[in-house]
């Protein structure tokens, strides 16, 4: 799946995420911190970081998009990070949004209205700091229909 994603955003295949959890209550997603991913002071670069959160709260998205709702696009509008910890250690990224980010898609592809919804993620390391947050995102994750907005202008 991950593979497919990064066809179209092939800097995310650049990081090595995996894919730990993708169910109906959320996305759990795995980067490995090592040469590609680490800064200057042996922690997580903070844009492996984002991409982390970009992947844990549009991965539902993706997979609702996937089954049933083609013509729904999705993008991230905003982003807010709180980090509390050093990420120096593998970092997992998890969202529990699942449920309100397929609904969302849904919405929006039925009725045709911009959608924008803020999706919860945390960091942790678990290797290191069991379920104690390195970040916390929440990340605005905007969905329309391809053209929708074109149509209304028109």
């Known amino acids: 799946m991950l593979r497919l994603l990064g066809f179209r955003i ?12 993708l169910d109906e209550e959320g996305c759990a997603v795995e980067i490995p911190l090592r040469f590609r991913t680490r800064n200057h002071v042996g922690s997580m670069y903070i844009g492996a970081l984002c991409a982390g959160a970009d992947l844990a709260s549009g991965l539902n998205a993706w997979r609702a998009i996937r ?20 990420a ?3 970092v997992v990224f998890r969202s529990r949004d699942g449920r309100r980010v397929t609904e969302a898609v849904r919405w929006a592809d039925q ?4 959608v924008t919804l803020p999706v919860e ?4 390391v678990p290797r290191k700091y069991a379920e104690e947050p390195v970040a916390r995102f929440t990340m605005g994750l905007s969905l329309r229909q391809k053209g929708a907005a ?4 028109a």
């Not at 092939?10 to 959890?21: A, D, H, M, Y």
């Not at 009725?111 to 911009?114: D, P």
């Open 10 to 21: 092939p800097s995310l295949l650049f990081l090595g995420p995996r894919v730990l959890e």
């Open 67 to 86: 089954s049933g709702h083609p013509r729904v696009v999705p993008i991230f509008k905003d982003l807010r990070a709180d980090f509390t910890k050093r």
């Open 88 to 90: 120096d250690g593998d």
């Open 111 to 114: 009725t045709g209205e911009r």
């Open 121 to 124: 993620v945390v960091a942790t």
């Open 150 to 153: 074109s149509a209304r202008a």
